[in-house]
């Protein structure tokens, strides 16, 4: 069984910046594809980005060149560093693998 503990969220202001924390109970080596998803008050869980064992990434159009997903397998971590941040980023960010997720991290954006 593997558990995602996220961290790093909170209160930040608009144009502002946060990195997330995706530490992993075991290693994530064995885990392709790790991912950052996020949900929002009344809105569907989404895809915010994901990277691969490779070190590939792939990003929603929403934040692209604003995002960077990184992983570190040796601490059995997943980052989401996150810059220029707008409201609309407001929402719960989850960590996942497979069928595995996390408790979420809330990030509230202000104007």
């Known amino acids: 069984q593997l558990q995602l503990v996220e961290s790093g969220g909170g209160l930040v202001q608009a144009g502002g910046s946060l990195k997330l924390s995706c530490a992993a109970s075991k290693s994530i080596f064995n885990f392709n594809i790790m991912g950052w998803y996020r949900q929002a008050p009344g809105n569907k869980r989404e895809l915010v980005a994901f990277i691969t064992i490779g070190g590939n990434t792939n990003y929603a159009d929403s934040v692209k060149g604003r995002f960077t997903i990184s992983r570190d397998n040796a601490k059995n971590t997943v980052y989401l560093q996150m810059n220029s941040l707008k409201p609309e980023d407001t929402a719960v960010y989850y960590c996942?693998?497979?069928?595995?997720w996390g408790q979420g991290t809330l990030v509230t954006v202000s104007s």
């Open positions: 996942n693998t497979q069928s595995f």
